[in-house]
């Protein structure tokens, strides 16, 4: 029997793993890459605790996860292409229009 | 024999998410994911989640990850020399220490709680496909409406983002 602090250990890297590919990658893509790795980690976590407690309610909200992510992915991808377009550059230190 | 299973899953899942950040290539990274989600997905089998299983291997894998995929090669990037932020040294030591506390605290926690209607065994007598789809569609149905709409939503924002904009001269003769 694998206890449950082995699957939040497992999720707590990831999400660690993710959090850090967001602050320090400078391509827009693999920022919204990492991203996606955090939300897969919460996802584990949710899923982990729904076993674990018997409970259905954590595998509905991981569902929402998924669909939340996949509207996510569309839309950040859009605006990558859109950004593109007018600078030709995926750089995270070069999008500055909206800073002041 | 499941613990050799979790260890797989865990371990090979943990080494594709780092690889995912810290790798030079995007397309790379992009198919890092790829081992990540599918890992992830088998994690999900080992917690008695067959249908999140599925719909991770198909959506996630299937239709996200293809999405990331077209749009690196519609963009036809080229690798940067320097491809982390200048002050990437400077977050490592915080993020590890940070992370090793944080493993420390719930190696330890004990993670109690009341236990819910849905044990293993009343999933496995009709399904878990079967389990959610009663839950989903009785308690969560008003969530599982707004989430159609968010999508429709998601779908006619990104197609009006990404619409190639007429020149200034055609807009001003219409």
Redesign the interface.
Known sequence: ??P???????S???F??????V?????F??V???V??ML?AA??NL???????????G??V???I??????????G??????V?RGKIS??V?EMNLLKW | M??VF?AYF?VV??VA??L??ALKN?VQ??LA?LA??LH?SG??V????E??WA??VI??AG??LV??LF??M??N?KT?D????A??PY??AP?VI??AY??FL??R?P?G????????AAILLNG?AH??GI??FSD?LL?FEI?GV??T???V???V??KTPKSIETRRDA
């Open positions: 029997m694998i449950l602090s082995a699957y939040v250990a497992v707590a890297v990831l660690a793993t993710g959090l850090l590919g602050l320090i990658r400078r391509n893509i693999i919204l890459m990492s996606e790795i897969n996802t584990i899923v982990a605790f729904s076993h674990y407690l018997e409970a259905m309610q595998q509905i991981a569902l929402f998924i669909a939340i992510a996949a509207g996510e992915a569309a839309i991808l859009a605006i990558i292409i859109v593109f995926t750089n230190d | 499941a613990f979790f865990a899942s943990i998410g780092i995912t950040v995007p990274c992009g994911l990540l989600l992830v994690l999900f080992m917690l008695n989640a249908f999140l719909v991770q959506v996630y239709a996200i999405l990331y749009v690196l519609l963009l990037l940067d320097r491809y982390f932020h002050k990437a977050l490592l993020a940070g992370l944080l493993l719930l190696v926690s993670f709680g009341s236990r819910g209607d849905a044990s293993p878990d389990a959610i839950k989903m969560y969530q989430i968010f999508l939503g998601a779908i924002g990104a197609i983002l990404a």
